[in-house]
């Protein structure tokens, strides 16, 4: 008798581990839940937050965490928790222990040394960002005042990359500090530019006061 139990408790963990995998899907190999592509129900795909509590699993759908977007141009669209909303949302909610965040992106150019630095528009996006101005050390950009900052990110396109520059922010609560490089030195913002179509781009968070 003793026996039989066993094997029926065995047989019905089989049923269940057999009814937890999607048809047509391997089962899984083990593991945390990172990395693993899950099924919303509406005909798309969103990586699985794992067990450190950043992906898309928060209440109604709500963004927790920064790494949990697949789409760099959802950032700071997220007006309703619940949904993707357009890119003139005041902002989404950062999780527990943030406030509600804000996107800051733009794309740097000098069309010649010496023209001035400006944020591109046409096919381009500017969001919270405004050029201040340059000097021979660094290019300023303001954003309205924050409580706090999460992260600036600068880097240089297919056409700077190859020549050997590179950048770098300095933040504050509103403002942007960028400074370039090349071959391990600074580089004069005033007289660095590689055409027309040569960019900096910049994409970062704040949260919002």
């Known amino acids: 008798m003793r026996r ?27 593991g945390t839940t990172a990395g693993r592509q899950v099924d919303r129900g509406d005909g798309r ?37 619940g949904a993707l909303g357009g890119l003139g949302a005041p902002g989404w909610s950062g999780g527990p222990g943030a406030g509600r965040l804000r996107t800051l992106a733009g794309v740097l150019r000098q069309d010649r040394p010496g023209s001035g630095w400006y944020l591109v528009g046409g096919a381009h996006l500017t969001l919270g960002l405004e050029v201040a101005y340059a000097d021979h050390q660094q290019i300023v950009l303001r954003f309205p005042p924050a409580r706090r900052v999460v992260s600036v990110l ?8 190859p020549l050997g520059y590179s950048c770098g922010a300095s933040v504050s609560l509103d403002e942007v500090r960028v400074r370039l490089g090349r071959g391990g030195r600074l580089a004069d913002p005033t ?12 994409l970062g968070l704040v949260e919002q006061r």
């Open 4 to 30: 039989l139990r066993v094997l029926a408790a065995v047989a019905a963990a089989a049923v269940l581990a057999t009814a937890a995998v999607a048809p047509g899907e391997p089962p899984d190999a083990g």
């Open 45 to 81: 795909e969103d990586r699985d937050g794992g067990d450190g509590g950043d992906g898309l699993g928060g209440p109604g759908g709500g963004v927790t965490g920064f790494g949990s977007l697949g789409v760099l141009g959802a950032l700071g669209s997220l007006g309703d928790p």
């Open 154 to 161: 600068c880097g240089p396109d297919e056409t700077y990359a």
């Open 191 to 202: 007289v660095t530019a590689a055409g027309r179509y040569a960019n900096f781009w910049l």
